[in-house]
């Protein structure tokens, strides 16, 4: 069983730039596909970016092309986010994922995901 932890949010302005990291414990992480998710106020969570298990593989939603990064250390089991020219828009819960199914690529769809952290407020205001 895996357990993943969010830290790094918190209330920045918007053009500025936030990390965010996902630690694991638990299982052998490095081998699992991980992705951040995000979930606005009302509003059904939503994918952000995904990382494959070496790292050479990455897919970001077209709203955060560009402004995010997302990145791995499998020797530290932590997954990285950094977001940056924040906007108003991107205020949300963001959540860490990760995919138990070992051999898979990255995905998009969070129904592929089966491990989640508890989630870490990131407030841009404008």
């Known amino acids: 069983q895996v357990q993943l932890v969010e830290s790094g949010g918190g209330l920045v302005q918007a053009g500025g730039s936030l990390r965010l990291s996902c630690a694991a414990s638990?299982?052998?992480?490095?081998?699992?596909?991980t992705g951040w998710f995000r979930q606005a106020p009302g509003k059904e969570r939503e994918f952000v970016s995904a990382?494959?298990?070496?790292?050479?593989?990455?897919i970001n939603a077209d709203s955060v092309k560009g402004r995010f990064i997302i990145s791995r250390d499998n020797a530290k089991n932590t997954v990285s986010l950094q977001m940056s020219s924040l906007k108003p828009e991107d205020t949300a819960v963001y959540y860490c994922?990760?995919?138990?199914?070992?051999?898979?690529?990255?995905?998009?769809?969070?129904?592929?995901?089966?491990?989640w952290g508890q989630g870490t407020q990131v407030t841009v205001s404008s």
């Open positions: 638990g299982g052998t992480y490095s081998r699992y596909v």
């Open positions: 990382i494959s298990v070496s790292g050479g593989s990455t």
């Open positions: 994922a990760a995919r138990a199914r070992l051999w898979v690529g990255v995905s998009m769809d969070r129904d592929d995901y089966d491990y």
